[in-house]
């Protein structure tokens, strides 16, 4: 007969293991997007502030994407208003991505640990 602290564990992890799936369907998304987003500098050559674009001329653009971008210098503004794509800041970006990436994968084998050292 399972315990009272076995039960509340459970009744924790179920919804804590649904909310990182969840996250992970929607990393898939923003990640999407972030691709669209990005190859559209790339495929008219926007990489330096000579090549900038006007903002007019982004298409497909999810607005708190664009400004998370922006916000972290993988966009660039000029003064004129045009953006072009420092590749340099998108590298030293995903190099960051990765360590967190990382970190949330060992959490997630915690978890498990965690979980299956519970239901012994």
Not at 4 to 22: E, G, K, R, S
Not at 32 to 44: A, H
Not at 96 to 106: E, F, T
């Amino acid at each position: 007969m399972p315990n009272a602290a076995m039960n509340h564990a459970t009744q924790f992890l179920i919804p804590f293991w649904m909310t990182i799936i969840a996250g992970f369907i929607a990393r898939i998304w923003i990640r999407s997007k972030s691709i669209c987003l990005l190859n559209q500098f790339r495929e008219v050559g926007a990489n330096s502030e000579e090549h900038a674009i006007p903002l007019k001329d982004i298409k497909e653009k999810q607005p708190w994407i664009f400004d998370r971008f922006v916000t972290g210098k993988i966009l660039v503004s000029t003064c004129n208003g045009r953006y072009y794509l420092d590749e340099e800041a998108l590298r030293n970006y995903r190099k960051r991505q990765k360590a967190i990436k990382l970190i949330a994968l060992w959490l997630v084998i915690l978890a498990f640990i965690v979980t299956y050292s519970l239901r012994k």
